[in-house]
């Protein structure tokens, strides 16, 4: 994530992370609840196309995928929940539109650490450039976590909240 007037990478390059996750209250798939436990779990991305304007998103273990549409412009770029690509074949004769999901984590990024962290408004800066990722609405929760040399900045979509249609943006200022 290059700061284009500076030519500066933003993102702390020694740390690698999936972008993209999906938790579930308890494994739905009868073949996981018998290989993991039957817990909360977090299933992440492993696999990402992109068509047009929208990211097509596969994880490990479950048999569905996640569309997410990327809005992109001057100022920002935005990554909004559309939908669920969910195979009948898969949830043996159920009709699912949204798969059992509880959380989808709508962008999750390290970030190197700068002079200043906003933690209300979820912004690593110094005197040069600002690295934002925010919430669209009051619907998404943002988040981060200090490391030694880095934020992780996270935005998710949750299920009893909003999630299709929950939106994150990404600022580099």
């Known amino acids: 994530m290059i700061h284009k ?5 933003c993102l702390f390059a020694d740390k690698k992370m999936p972008i993209f996750s999906v938790t579930e209250k308890r494994p739905y798939n009868n073949e996981i609840k018998l290989a993991y436990p039957n817990k909360c779990t977090t299933f992440y991305a492993n696999r990402v196309r992109r068509e047009q304007d929208r990211l097509i998103i596969g994880f490990e273990l479950v ?7 990327i809005k992109e412009n001057d100022d920002y770029i ?3 929940l559309e939908k669920f690509i969910v195979e009948p074949e898969h949830f043996e004769g159920l009709i699912l539109d949204t798969p059992p999901v509880e959380e989808f984590r709508l ?14 408004l979820n912004v690593c800066f110094d005197g040069k450039i600002a690295v934002n990722l925010l919430a669209a609405s ?4 943002i988040d981060s976590v200090e490391e030694d040399e880095y934020y992780i900045l996270t935005a998710d ?3 009893d909240i909003k999630l299709k249609g929950a939106e994150a943006a990404l600022i580099v200022t």
């Open 5 to 9: 007037a500076t030519g500066e990478e």
């Open 63 to 69: 048999l569905f995928e996640a569309v997410v549409q």
């Open 78 to 80: 935005a990554f909004v």
């Open 138 to 141: 009051p619907c998404e929760r």
């Open 107 to 120: 962008l999750q990024l390290p970030i190197k650490k700068r002079t200043s962290f906003g933690q209300w």
């Open 157 to 159: 979509a949750v299920r």
